[in-house]
């Protein structure tokens, strides 16, 4: 197309129209991509998803819509182990259940979130593993969930958060896994999960890895060690979960580092998940469309070298309408200290695809890259 747009505003431009009802491209493509060696290579069509919390899923509306176009539901809180199981003992599975339910009305993929993660890990866990050190308490957790789910999440995010390269021990978070385990619980957890669902594939995934700065660069390296000694010893892993939590003051996502990065985890046979994308902006005090503006154009930024990328297979939102995201919390403090517009949904951090009033914003439509031909 000889039209001097770029390839960016051609896929925008052509891809905008299905999205003007709000909904998302659902039609599977198979797209051509040309990795970094230029070579046209063989790319089925890539996941789309968001996180999701049951109460979005009741209500027939807009929300409700957008993420029936969605082909990965994650549960943005309720897979939690302190959301399941908050005593021990006494686990409650109705918001998981609501959403694996949604998914299988609508042929959805549902993926756990996550199995182990520091910060929603129940107290009397915490306390359980401190004083006996025990793994049963790991595989009575996993044995509570995973074969309940088996054939209805069919990817577990096993380990959520293990990096820390700054206070942690050798590059790996202390934990409450870690310090009653060692640093080999993440092989451990993965060989659980495997074992009471042969067919889910398992996933750990992690923060700050798209950015040029010291502690980026240095959390994309520990990954890699991690990931390639975890494979060395055929340790069930699959996929890689990159969390795409995007802040506008971190300046541009390096594109080169970034896909670097993923060229090295794809020579390591696994599976990539661009996972939690979101954007948190820095100035609100803007007009509306230069935010929009500036939140898509990071937002390309980065599917530029994910979508490059053919090992990169899903791309999830951390939600899909701005009234519904956490990072309003994270936002307060940008809110207070500039003036912003009196109407809510300018007041409100615009860093997911749809506004506060399920409008779409040129954040979906750059997300339509994910389903389109690359
Ligand atoms: O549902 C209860 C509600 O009944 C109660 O009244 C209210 C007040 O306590 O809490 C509600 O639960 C909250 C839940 O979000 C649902 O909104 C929890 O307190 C709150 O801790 C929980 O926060 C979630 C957080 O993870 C901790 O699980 C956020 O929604 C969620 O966006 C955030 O997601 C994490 C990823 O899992 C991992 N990566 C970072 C990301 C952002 O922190």
Redesign the pocket.
């Known amino acids: 197309m000889s039209l001097g747009l770029s390839r960016r505003e051609i896929l925008t431009g052509v891809l905008a129209m299905p999205l003007i009802s709000g909904m998302m491209v659902t039609t599977p493509v198979d797209g051509m991509s040309s990795g970094d060696s230029g070579a046209t290579v063989p790319v089925p069509a890539r996941n789309f998803g968001a996180?999701v919390?049951p109460d979005q899923l009741s209500s027939e509306n807009a929300l409700c819509d957008a993420i029936r176009g969605c082909q990965i539901l994650v549960p943005?809180?309720?897979g939690?182990w302190s959301?399941v199981e908050w005593r021990r003992g006494d686990p409650w599975y109705g918001n998981y259940d609501a959403i694996c339910d949604f998914a299988e009305r609508n042929g959805q993929i549902v993926r756990g979130?996550?199995l182990i993660?520091e910060?929603?890990t129940p107290d009397w866990a915490r306390d359980e593993m401190a004083e006996r050190r025990d793994w049963r308490t790991i595989e009575r957790h996993f044995a509570t969930l995973v074969p309940r789910y088996r054939g209805r999440i069919s990817e577990w995010v096993v380990v959520?958060?293990m990096i820390d390269t700054q206070d942690g021990d050798h590059g790996l978070r202390r934990t409450s896994f870690q310090r009653a385990y060692g640093n080999d619980y993440v092989r451990r957890a993965l060989e659980t999960a495997r074992a009471l669902d042969p067919s889910a594939k398992l996933m750990i995934?992690d923060?700050s890895l798209v950015y040029d700065n010291p502690i980026d660069e240095a959390r994309r390296n520990r990954m890699l060690r991690l990931v390639e000694d975890l494979k060395a010893r055929n340790v069930p892993l699959d996929m890689v979960g990159i969390?795409g939590?995007l802040e506008l003051a971190k300046g541009k996502v390096d594109q080169r580092r970034t896909a670097r990065f993923l060229k090295d985890l794809a020579a390591m046979d696994v599976e990539i998940a661009i996972t939690?994308l979101d954007v948190l902006e820095s100035d609100m005090s803007l007009p509306i469309p230069n935010r929009d503006a500036r939140v898509a154009s990071t937002v390309h930024d980065l599917l530029d070298v994910a979508l490059d990328q053919p090992a990169v297979r899903s791309v999830v939102t951390?939600?899909l309408s701005d009234q519904d995201?956490?990072l309003q919390d994270r936002a307060r403090s940008t809110r207070e200290a500039q003036t912003c517009s009196p109407v809510d949904c300018h007041r409100l951090n615009r860093g997911l695809p749809f506004d506060g009033e399920m409008k779409p914003k040129p954040m979906q439509i750059a997300l339509s890259r994910v389903r389109a031909l690359a």
């Open positions: 996180a919390r943005e809180y309720h939690q959301a979130h996550s993660w910060k929603m959520n958060e995934n923060y969390q939590h939690e951390w939600g995201s956490w």
